[in-house]
T-cell receptor
Framework: KAGVTQTPRYLIKTRGQQVTLSCSPISGHRSVSWYQQTPGQGLQFLFEYFSETQRNKGNFPGRFSGRQFSNSRSEMNVSTLELGDSALYLC???????????????FGQGTRLTVV | AQTVTQSQPEMSVQEAETVTLSCTYDTSESDYYLFWYKQPPSRQMILVIR??????QNATENRFSVNFQKAAKSFSLKISDSQLGDAAMYFC??????????FGSGTQLTVLP
């Protein structure tokens, strides 16, 4: 069974640009959540999608958005990039809603975004 | 809101020895779950062990076990017979009614040959 796939693995963007990251969950998983990992702030929750609906959102500005498609694949978009958006973006999938034991999420290898 | 604290930024252990990583958490919820994740240089987060808060018995997975002290809100990870492949960043995490994982700041574990 294939794991969680994130594309691209590496990305370099210029301030002010926008970027779209993609996440394909494990087959059969319907929940996808996103996390930002930086040396200064650690791992922070961005949002969770389940059945194409955003179910929860972390404390990030509106420049961060996402969506989920009917096949459970998810995309995350960051507009008007800032230097501080440089981070590792991790996607995780779980079979059901991200609650309780389903918080045993399976992570992808991440997308390393560098903003210059 | 939940908070998770890991007070040991770095730890080291000799191969074949035992090491304990510390974690404390805070939550006002009665139903929650605790996890230890491992992040090797490949950056992929791997679940090591999980604990349901309502279970008194400490979870065990092969060489990995936890010491769950609910009253003290402590959740430490013990790694027995450490192996070189155990070297990684270890994150303690919690989840509750909010649909998200809350992570600690991590402990970088070095295994010395």
């Amino acid at each position: 069974k294939a794991g969680v796939t994130q594309t691209p693995r590496y990305l370099i963007k210029t301030r002010g640009q926008q970027v779209t990251l993609s996440c394909s969950p494990i087959s059969g998983h319907r929940s996808v959540s996103w996390y930002q990992q930086t040396p200064g702030q650690g791992l922070q929750f961005l949002f969770e999608y389940f059945s194409e609906t955003q179910r929860n959102k972390g404390n990030f500005p509106g420049r961060f958005s996402g969506r989920q498609f009917s096949n459970s694949r998810s995309e995350m978009n960051v507009s008007t990039l800032e230097l501080g958006d440089s981070a590792l973006y991790l996607c995780a999938s779980s079979p059901g809603p991200l609650q309780g034991m389903n918080t045993e999420a399976f992570f992808g290898q991440g997308t390393r975004l560098t903003v210059v | 809101a939940q908070t998770v604290t890991q007070s040991q930024p770095e730890m080291s252990v000799q191969e074949a020895e035992t090491v304990t990583l510390s974690c404390t958490y805070d939550t006002s919820e009665s139903d929650y779950y605790l996890f230890w994740y491992k992040q090797p240089p490949s950056r992929q987060m791997i679940l090591v062990i999980r604990q349901e808060a309502y279970k008194q018995q400490n979870a065990t997975e092969n060489r990995f076990s936890v010491n769950f002290q609910k009253a003290a809100k402590s959740f430490s990870l013990k790694i027995s017979d450490s192996q070189l492949g155990d070297a990684a960043m270890y994150f303690c995490a919690s989840s509750g009614s909010a649909r998200q994982l809350t992570f600690g700041s991590g402990t970088q574990l070095t295994v010395l040959p």
